[in-house]
C-alpha cells in the first residue's frame, strides 16, 4: 500500500490553516489509494509488478523534479545523509514490491488493513531504534492491533493467501524505512529532498531490469492504468506534503484511516470485491488500537 505516513512538515510556515491541510490529505489519500486501484488493475493484466513498480517511481520522480527542481536545484538532491537517504529508497522499493505483488491477490481492503499495521511497527520499533519508551497503553495498543490484522490474514485458515505474509514483511521495512525517516527529520533533513529521493532510489534501481523484464501492454486501457499508476504516485504525495504545510502532523493522521472507505468504493467499483466479515472486524480493532495510539501520544505532547 502507498501509506501517506511519511511526510513530515515540509517547510516553517506556521499550520494556521487546519481545513485547508485536511482537504489536501483528504484529497491525498484518496488519490494514493487510486494509485493502488491502477496498479492492480494493470496487474490483473498481465503487467509484472517490477514494470508497474518502475512507472510508479519514474512517474513520481519526473513529477517532483519538475515540481521543486527550478526552485531547489541542487538543493533537492544535496544531503549530508546519502547512506541513509539510499536505504530509506530501498525500504521503500521493498515495500512497494510486497505491496503491488500482494495486490494482484488480495482486495484492496485486505491490503489497506494489513497495512494500517505500520503505526504499530514503528511504535515498537522505536524502543530499540529510536531509545523511546513504551509504557503498557502503547504496548497494549500494538499487541490489539496485530491481533485485528491477524483476523485478516488468518493464519491457520485455508483462505490465507502467502502474499498476505509477503505484504506483512514488507510492512516491517516500511517500519525500518519510518524510523529513518524520523531521525532524518530530526537532523533537519528537508521531507521534500527526502520523498525525492525515495522516487530516485526506487526509479534507478528499477531502471535496470527494465530491458529484460518489459512488456509492451496490449491495449490502451493497460497503458492507461500505468500512466496514471506513474502520474498518481507523485500527486498524492505532493499533496501529503502540502497537507503538512497548513496542519500539524497530530491533526491530519487520523484522517488517514479514510483510505478504508475509498479501499472499499473503488475496490467495489473496478473489481467487484466487497470485504468478508473478518475483514471487517479485524479492520475495525486495528483502526481502534491506531487512532488510541495517536490520541495517547497528542495528550503526552500537550502535558
Known amino acids: ?72 536545484k541542487l538543493g533537492l538532491i544535496k544531503t549530508q545523509y546519502p547512506v541513509k537517504q539510499v536505504s530509506r529508497g530501498v525500504l521503500l522499493l521493498l515495500m512497494t514490491l510486497a505491496s503491488f505483488l500482494s495486490l494482484q491477490y488480495l482486495q484492496m481492503i485486505q491490503v489497506t488493513v494489513i497495512g494500517f499495521l505500520i503505526p504499530l511497527v514503528v511504535a515498537a520499533l522505536s524502543v530499540p531504534m529510536l531509545k523511546e519508551k513504551v509504557g503498557p497503553h502503547r504496548w497494549g495498543a500494538i499487541i490489539i492491533g496485530f491481533v485485528g490484522v491477524m483476523l485478516v490474514v488468518r493464519p491457520t485458515s485455508l483462505d490465507t493467501h502467502w502474499s498476505m505474509l509477503v505484504l506483512m514483511g514488507g510492512i516491517f521495512f516500511y517500519g525500518f524505512y519510518m524510523i529513518y ?39 490502451i486501457e493497460v497503458w492507461g492504468y500505468l500512466a496514471a499508476a506513474g502520474i498518481l504516485g507523485g500527486i498524492g504525495h505532493f499533496l501529503v506534503i502540502k497537507a503538512h504545510e497548513f496542519a500539524p502532523a497530530s491533526l491530519l493522521a487520523p484522517f488517514i484511516y479514510t483510505q478504508v472507505i475509498w479501499s472499499v468504493l473503488m475496490g467495489y467499483l473496478q473489481f467487484g470485491d466487497l470485504p468478508d466479515h473478518w475483514t471487517i472486524i479485524g479492520g475495525a480493532i486495528v483502526i481502534s488500537s491506531g487512532i488510541y ?11
Open 181 to 219: 525517516t524520523k531521525q532524518l527529520a530530526s537532523k533537519g533533513e528537508s521531507s521534500i529532498r527526502s520523498v525525492f529521493y525515495t522516487a530516485l532510489i526506487g526509479g534507478v534501481i528499477l531502471t535496470l531490469p527494465m530491458p529484460f523484464v518489459w512488456e509492451r501492454p496490449q491495449s
Open 1 to 72: 500500500m502507498e501509506e501517506p505516513l511519511e511526510a513530515v512538515d515540509s517547510t516553517n510556515e506556521p499550520h494556521d490553516h487546519p481545513l485547508k491541510g485536511i482537504g489536501y490529505m483528504l484529497a491525498g489519500v484518496a488519490i494514493l489509494v487510486a494509485l493502488e486501484m491502477c496498479a492492480k488493475s494493470a496487474a490483473n493484466a498481465g503487467v509484472g509488478v517490477l514494470q508497474v513498480s518502475w512507472v510508479r517511481y519514474v512517474g513520481h520522480l519526473l513529477l517532483f523534479a519538475a515540481i521543486f527542481g527550478p526552485k531547489l
Open 293 to 303: 495510539l495517536m490520541v495517547r501520544e497528542a495528550r503526552k505532547k500537550k502535558n
